[in-house]
């Protein structure tokens, strides 16, 4: 509890200030864990639940009802678009989506109502920002900077123009370099996995890669991943 100093004539008086409740719902346990400490760190928050995938989220949240749940875009998404509607049937407070370059784009398709959008880039201050933003009711907008689903450094645009990649195709290898399989990419992408050989096939024959290891080398080398 935080503690606030309420003046009454000349006494002094202490109330009591509940913490924010927050449940934390993340594919990655690094991130997840790295994210726990930050929040617990705070005596604003309180972390009433953790989840690695969709079906600890939804058991999660029937043993505990938070102010907000914090749940990383790829997680709702993983296939299974009308999972989202589940997720709203079971649990009716707050939503703050955490999303990373590579859901970016796709975030954008889907139009994915919730009650707050942070970049997984963000600080700890952003990040503390957003979350007592967002649990005063201040929903924030969703926005772009650019077209582009990651942020461009000179140094990958000097890839993409050496290699005449487009961005897709950028985005592509991206993937690939975090071992997703053409179904999976296909799904994240909204494209058929046709689509998706498809664009294994530019990149191979653009990079001149002879296997994946090599694509995955290739990413690493030029800091996609």
Known sequence: MNFVSLTEGSKMTLAMTPKTKLFLADSYSLFLEGLSIIL???EKFEITGIAHNQQELLAGLKKTTPDI??????LIFQGNIPFIQNLKGNYA???LILYDSISLNLLKKLQI?????????????????TIEEVH?????????KNN????????????????????????????????????EIA???????????????????????????????????????
């Open 40 to 42: 617990a760190s705070s």
């Open 69 to 74: 749940l914090l749940i990383d875009f790829n």
């Open 113 to 129: 109502d919730a009650d707050g959008f942070l970049p997984k880039t963000s600080n700890s201050t952003q990040l503390h920002n």
């Open 148 to 183: 582009y689903v990651y942020s461009i450094t000179p140094f990958q645009q000097e890839l993409i123009n050496r290699y005449s990649l487009t961005d897709r195709e950028v985005e592509v290898i991206k993937l690939i370099a975090l071992e997703f399989s053409s179904f």
């Open 187 to 225: 799904n994240k992408l909204c494209v058929s996995e046709f689509t998706v050989d498809t664009y294994r096939k530019n990149i191979t024959r653009k990079l001149n890669a002879r296997n994946v290891a090599s694509i995955v080398n290739f990413a690493h080398r030029w800091e996609l991943v």
């Open 93 to 95: 407070n707050k939503i």
């Open 136 to 144: 005063q009711g201040k929903k924030n907008c969703f926005s772009f």
